[in-house]
């Protein structure tokens, strides 16, 4: 079973910085996309950005391109979200979930392509 567990999540000023670890297991590693998403409260869950385990490809949301960066660590089976210049519209519940749809279909970010959800982590980022 596939299982993914988040960590990382808590309180920052606007401005600040987060790192949020994601840890997987019950997978080989190196044949997934795994990917950030988030969910604020009354809104949809979105995709945040993705990373292919096998060669490193990424893809981002526009919202967080040029401020997050996504990261593996293949011998830990973690993937990494350093998160920059926090914005309060950043604050959500952060998920990682996996996919082994095509490149081209995950790099949509959406949800519906991924599955193996984690619990999340709170990401609140105060003005």
């Known amino acids: 079973e596939v299982r993914f567990v988040e960590s990382g999540g808590g309180l920052v000023q606007a401005g600040g910085s987060l790192r949020l670890s994601c840890t997987a297991s019950?997978?080989?590693?190196?044949?997934?996309?795994i990917g950030w998403f988030r969910q604020a409260p009354g809104k949809e869950r979105e995709g945040v950005a993705i990373?292919?385990?096998?060669?490193?490809?990424?893809s981002y949301a526009d919202s967080v391109k040029g401020r997050f960066t996504i990261s593996t660590d293949g011998a830990k089976k973690k993937v990494y979200l350093q998160m920059n210049v926090l914005k309060p519209e950043d604050t959500a519940f952060y998920y990682c979930?996996?996919?082994?749809?095509?490149?081209?279909?995950?790099?949509?970010?959406?949800?519906?392509?991924?599955?193996?959800w984690g619990q999340g982590t709170q990401v609140t980022v105060a003005s």
């Open positions: 019950g997978l080989n590693f190196d044949d997934y996309t």
């Open positions: 979930a996996s996919s082994t749809r095509p490149w081209w279909v995950a790099a949509a970010l959406s949800p519906a392509n991924f599955g193996s």
């Open positions: 990373i292919s385990t096998s060669d490193g490809d990424s």
